[in-house]
């Protein structure tokens, strides 16, 4: 399994010959401007919830590929409306694709799409593929709901929010990542915009210090699993 970061909450998953997007939001990221988006290869676009800055490049992307859309119902519908293809899910749900496992799970946050309608529940996804197992939280306060997910899944990373003010900041995520038993943690959702810029080596500090693992990828850079 190979985890490219695309910057903000934007991730490219390669399990075998499949790839994933996750929440693309790159052509509204300066940070991101030499990403490219027509270049950007997805057979599956799994998207967390409505908010902008998790699917600014949905539509754009998945009429380039034909890459369908997996989400909570309100999201698929919105993208089926659009000529998009796509597969409705929701909490607690979970599904076998060709490349793997999908169960989306809780998270504690809002919404809402662009133009203030409803955009079903936030949600994370739990993906089990290749003999690796990944857990995106999407936008999430800490929530006692993440401990569901090692009942049923030994983690090898969790993919955590860690810029705080619209999600969990450093402390929250480190006790997140003891909630989900998995101590190697990729961070996301931070230095985008002001509200969330962090400091990368008190964070890797925080973390270590606990005895865990915190990865801050450049934008462009992959990790394998
Ligand atoms: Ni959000
Ligand atoms: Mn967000």
Not at 46 to 64: F, G, N, P, S, W
Request: aromatic share 10%; charged share 20%; glycine share 10%.
């Amino acid at each position: 399994m190979k985890i490219t970061f695309l910057g903000h909450a934007s991730f490219s998953i390669k399990i075998q010959d499949v790839n994933i997007l996750v929440d693309p939001f790159i052509t509204g990221n300066p940070l991101a401007s030499k990403i490219n988006i027509n270049t950007l290869k997805a057979d599956y676009i799994l998207v967390t919830h409505a908010h902008q800055d998790h699917m600014l490049d949905v539509e754009a992307i998945a009429k380039r590929t034909g890459a369908k859309v997996i989400s909570n119902y309100e999201i698929v519908t919105h993208f089926g409306n659009l000529g998009i293809e796509g597969h409705p899910m929701n909490h607690g749900g979970k599904w076998d694709f060709e490349f793997g496992t999908v169960k989306y799970v809780n998270a504690i946050h809002t919404s809402s799409f662009p133009d203030g309608s409803y955009g079903g529940q936030p949600g994370g996804f739990v993906i089990e593929g290749e003999h690796k197992n990944i857990y995106i939280a999407g936008d999430t306060a800490l929530t006692f709901d993440m401990k569901l997910i090692p009942m049923h899944t030994k983690l090898d990373l969790a993919i955590l929010p860690i810029g705080d003010n619209f999600t969990m900041g450093i402390d929250d995520a480190i006790i997140a990542s003891d909630f989900v038993e998995c101590d190697k943690v990729l961070g996301c959702h931070f230095d985008t915009f002001g509200y969330i810029e962090i400091d990368h080596d008190t964070a890797k500090r925080k973390f270590f210090e606990k005895g865990k693992d915190l990865m801050l990828l450049n934008i462009g850079e992959f990790i394998e699993l």
